[in-house]
């Protein structure tokens, strides 16, 4: 649904990495086109201005000038003031002990309020509280019919009263009636109104004095333009909402509003719909839509790594390492420990921004055990083998392989895994993002016909698949 | 109340409300300048003209103010109808009728965007107008839709053709055509289930209902009209596209413009798609539903 605005925003980064270094002209360029790319998302013109003006501050703040990939570091901004302009979000319902716990749903006509009653009804249900649905659309034809269909479908009971025209009368009825059948959550679903028609207001505040909801949700159409923030502001300022769900997320909308909301209102995105059926509910996270919104595979995260295990200085001079083609094995290994730690190869080149899509049937793993062999082999050698492994001839890689218990076949392959490594990184060193991605696969489709190699290896069932356990000492490791 | 008292009203309603509207941000006699036509720009983007539309029509008014044609805020807004007004030529707008027999429209659209409605409003127009009118049921899938369509036709006083709940929406198409040919019917309204334009299958569903109605009669459909929320952003443009990939849209129905929304995005489709807008919805009972005259849209757009 955020194609579009990621494949912007990828453009915008790409043609910022042909540049190189960021300067005030070229971050104050860039952030146009974002500010043009937000606004064809529908992300309201107000929240559109501060967004720019604080991400520009941050960006020329920060010190992205002396880092390895000033665009990952662009990246990194931007996604973090998304996830600002979002969060913090908790998107659980708080129930209330010992009664029902009362939800009042309003918005607009058609935003997909009966449907999102009932996925909420079916969410109860599958966290085994009793709901009931109160059908308080008295004005659309067939309304009611439709909550009851529903309610059917879920076996969950439906107050309605038939031929009554007092909404807030058959909430108030509906309320009375959960409480003595001890039902744990009432949903009331109320007719669309638009927010600027005061009588349809009024009734519906009135309903709110009249039942005391524990939770009053906006349901808002995520395709809404700029005028979901009115909209959100003016239920706002009647009904007191606690949240917003965004229905008909399953669309390709770049769902702008998602950004507005909570900036302008706030007031948290509790859940998002996203299809038609009553389980198509997802709770709301603002960091997964944020990188969502990026669609930039791990990238942020491999910023962030760096960032903490590789400090500036050293990253500049593995740039210019890189650069010249000199990284010695050593680099390689300690580089390859630092950021790539029980990750796979499929994990370090999906956060190559681009090259996520094309990796996902392959299985390329690298486990602790090959990082831990790679380093004895490399302490096996002498210094100068390290930085020229084109020395390393039949007899020295037999000396090496006893020296470290590794096969000989291990030591080959490492050696031709690295010169292949330190190509790319030499070539990708100087590369725009668009080239980087072509030569990544490239590099990865080589090494996966490059047969037995220490690392790096292609396999369909891989000789050693990290555990769970071990995925989330790895994390651990990796979060430290 | 005619449909410019109606809009204008409607629209001032909200007028109020916004902040910048073209009023605050053209106050009669001001020098054009570089800032005054980034308000003009900002007020475009609250309109959900889109920034695409936005830039062109900034860039229309900056040349002829470069050009000297124009120079103060006022003369903008004379500059800004004509530019726009002229998209919209009147002979597009007519509905298509059949030479013989019934004329079709199906009506189509994402969900929620006010199809049911439009239709009854639709049936409600052209009975007035003296037609016999009948109403197809396509929706089936939706909760309570046929019954929701069941009583329009009710209080519109028009036959409808109808399956259960879960039927195949091409069948129900299908005696649709019999039944309006052998009731000598003017028009068939063919009301369709909402439908995201990203879902495939669904959209192949919608041409299959297209073929049904091609094949029983010639010619049909004369009309395939979508129906967009005057909320929606420009998302809108994505839909029209799409929807005009999979049956051969012949207009829009803009509903929902009696909200605070004002329905800018229209402009943008125009500026992408060569589809017309036919008609706007106005409200939610059966007489809020009025031919699409771009003079009068524009007008509102920018009243005081
Ligand atoms: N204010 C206003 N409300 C409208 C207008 N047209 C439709 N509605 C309301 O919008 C809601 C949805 O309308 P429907 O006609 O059921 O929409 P639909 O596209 O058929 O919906 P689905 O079949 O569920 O996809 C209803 O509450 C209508 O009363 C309009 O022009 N103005
Ligand atoms: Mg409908």
């Known amino acids: ?480 | 109340m005619g449909l410019f008292d109606k809009l204008k009203s409607a629209l001032g309603k909200t007028r109020d409300k916004v902040v910048s509207s073209f009023k605050t941000v053209l106050p009669f006699g001001r020098k054009i300048d570089e800032d005054l036509l980034d308000d003009v720009y900002d007020t475009m983007i609250q309109d959900d003209f889109g920034p695409a539309t936005a830039d062109r029509l900034v860039d229309a008014v900056r040349t002829a103010w470069k050009a000297g044609d124009i120079a103060e805020s006022q003369d903008i807004i004379t500059h800004l109808k004509q530019h726009i007004v002229a998209q919209w030529p009147p002979a597009h707008r007519d509905l298509a009728k059949a030479d013989t027999g019934p004329t079709v429209i199906l009506v189509a659209g994402i969900n929620g965007s006010g199809k049911t409605t439009s239709v009854a409003k639709l049936a409600n127009y052209l009975k007035k107008q003296g037609k016999k009118v009948a109403l197809a049921a396509c929706d089936t899938y939706r909760a309570a839709a046929v019954l929701q369509l069941t009583e329009w036709s009710r209080r519109c006083g028009v036959d409808i053709i109808k399956h259960d709940q879960g039927a195949d929406p091409g069948a129900v198409a299908y005696d649709a055509c019999e039944a309006a040919v052998a009731r000598k019917a003017d028009i068939l309204l063919v009301d369709t289930a909402g439908r995201l334009h990203t879902q495939d299958n669904l959209m192949r569903e919608l041409n299959k209902i297209q073929r049904v109605v091609e094949k029983k009669i010639p010619g049909a459909p004369h009309e395939v009209l979508l129906v967009l929320d005057a909320t929606s952003g420009q998302n809108a443009i994505t839909q029209a596209r799409s929807f005009s990939e999979h049956v051969t849209v012949s207009g829009i129905i803009l509903a929902k413009l009696d909200g605070s929304a004002k329905g800018g995005i229209i402009v943008g489709i125009r500026d992408q798609l060569d589809v017309p807008v036919k008609f706007v919805g106005l409200g939610e009972q059966i007489d809020d539903i009025e031919p699409f005259d771009p003079e009068t849209f524009v007008e509102a757009l920018f009243a005081e």
């Not at chain 1, 309903?207 to 939770?215: E, F, G, I, L, Y």
């Not at chain 1, 997802?282 to 590789?310: C, K, Y």
């Open chain 1, 1 to 480: 649904m955020f194609d579009a605005l990621t494949d912007r925003l990828n453009d915008v980064f790409r043609n910022m990495r042909g540049r190189g270094k960021i300067t005030e002209d070229n971050v104050r360029e860039v952030m146009r086109d974002v500010r043009t790319a937000l606004l064809e998302a529908d992300v309201h013109l107000d929240v559109v201005k501060s967004f720019v003006k604080e991400v520009t501050d941050k960006a020329l703040g920060a010190e992205v000038v002396k880092t390895l990939h000033p665009e990952q570091v662009m990246v990194k901004i931007v996604n973090d003031e998304l996830i600002n302009l979002m969060g913090p979000i908790d998107s659980r319902i708080p129930w209330v002990a010992g009664g029902p716990t009362i939800i009042l749903m309003a918005g607009l006509q058609g935003s997909g309020k009966t449907t999102t009653c009932a996925k909420l009804a079916k969410y109860c249900l599958d966290r085994d509280k009793k709901s009931m649905l109160v059908a308080a659309d008295l004005k659309r034809p067939a309304a009611i019919d439709q909550l009851e269909v529903l309610g059917e479908q879920l076996g969950v009971p439906v107050h309605a009263e038939r031929g009554h025209k007092n909404a807030v009368k058959v909430c108030r009825n509906g309320v009375g009636i959960a409480q003595k059948k001890l039902i744990d959550v009432v949903i009331l679903d109320t007719a669309g109104r638009l927010s600027i028609d005061d009588e349809l207001m009024t009734e519906i505040a009135n309903v709110s004095r009249a039942v005391s909801p524990h939770q009053i949700y906006l349901v808002l159409d995520a395709m809404t333009g700029q005028d979901a923030v009115n909209t959100a502001k003016n239920f706002n300022e009647r009904l007191e909402l606690d949240g917003v769900i965004l229905t008909k997320f399953d669309s390709d909308t770049r769902g702008g509003a998602i950004l507005s909301v909570k900036s302008i209102v706030h007031k948290p995105i509790k859940f998002i719909g996203v299809g038609e059926k009553l389980d198509r509910l997802d709770e709301f996270h603002p960091d997964r839509m944020a990188s969502r919104i990026l669609g930039m595979g791990d990238i942020v995260s491999l910023v962030e790594q760096a960032q903490q295990q590789v400090d500036v200085e050293e990253a500049a001079k593995l740039e210019a390492k890189m650069k010249k083609g000199d990284l010695s094995l050593d680099d390689f290994v300690k580089q390859m420990d630092k950021v790539m730690g029980g990750r796979s190869l499929k994990d370090m080149l999906k956060m190559i921004p681009g090259v996520g899509g094309m990796m996902r049937d392959t299985d390329m793993k690298i486990d602790e055990g090959e990082i831990t062999r790679m380093k004895a082999i490399v302490s096996s050698m002498t210094p100068k083998e390290k930085t020229d492994p084109k020395l390393l001839n039949a007899s020295r890689r037999r000396r090496i392989a006893r020296g470290s218990g590794a096969d000989v076949e291990d030591v080959s392959g490492l050696c031709k895994q690295f010169i292949q490594a330190r190509d790319m990184m030499k070539a990708m060193a100087g590369m725009g993002m668009r080239d980087r991605m072509k030569f990544g696969t490239q590099f990865a489709q080589q090494s996966m016909a490059g047969g037995k190699m220490p690392s790096f290896k292609a396999k369909t069932k891989p000789k050693f698949k990290p555990g769970r356990k071990d995925r989330r000492k790895a994390r651990k490791r990796r979060s430290r």
